[in-house]
């Protein structure tokens, strides 16, 4: 059971991570939102001063798609991949690989959708080549794992405060 | 299509610093060196590890723009380079600021969503059944 609104990571096996959130909304409309571009574009990389340079998707088997976003400093983060499975409503399977990725590959993430007493979860499992490369991914403060940086990012902070 | 400048490319750059970073060892040193600058045999204490084995890791993180060393020839003390280290954390804070915003505004699309349903009436099917996919 997930509560709507908090993400979940978990690493269900050696080459994975797994992202589950719920919303409170019918399967249909969670699908839309996540398959038509029209939709996407209105929540997918909402970052502050971030706006889409492009946000084309075509979701078949074999179709591809390529989202861009520009962030405020004019730099860009794009990321794109091909449709391997679309079965409508319910799961997508695609390969993606950001432009700036660090690890080595690309990845296939799948998306499940199921719904229960009105609340749809959203599970999306991203599958990569390595455990070496899943284990780098986690590693890094995105998923909340990394022991490296705050010591060091504070002091870092702090100095360039003080500076 | 990436402008950063700084000579290497950004992406390239980012794989030398994630890869400095993926041993506990080398992060460990790195947050030694955020409380001040140290020689070899300084950074060798801590662990049990030879200085070779530690100068083998420094020259991972200098090659990596992590670190660098000061003048002093004796010494040669090495020191943190932050710029490096930020590129690399803005790039994962925005990952990771990417996920939950994003499903935020999703929650609110959805609300959105529904209200319109309801308005257009219970004649309609919803959403997926209509294969809206292959039309646009």
Redesign the interface.
Known sequence: MTNV?A?QITTPSEREIR?E?A???????????Y???E?VK???????GWSWAVCEMD??VGGAYRWVWKGPD?????MGGTYRE?V??ERIVNTEKF?????EGEAVATVVFSERAGKTTVTTSILYVSKEVRD?VL??????GM???Y??????LA??SAS | MNTHGHGQPPAARLDATFAALADPTRRAILARLARGEASVRELAEPFAMSQPAISKHLKVLERAGLISHGRDAQRRPRRLEAKPLAEANKWIERYRQFWELSFGRLDDLLEELKAEQSTQGRTRKSGATKQKGKGR
Request: glycine content about 14%; aromatic content about 10%.
């Open positions: 609104g993400l992202f959130r919303f409170s909304a019918p399967r249909p409309l969670v699908y839309d939102a398959t038509r571009p939709l209105r929540w997918l990389g909402a970052m502050p979701v078949r004019g730099s860009e983060m794009g679309v409508p409503g432009d700036q990725a660090w690890y780098g590693e890094s403060p995105a998923a909340g022991e490296m940086g010591q060091v990012l504070d002091a870092l100095s360039e």
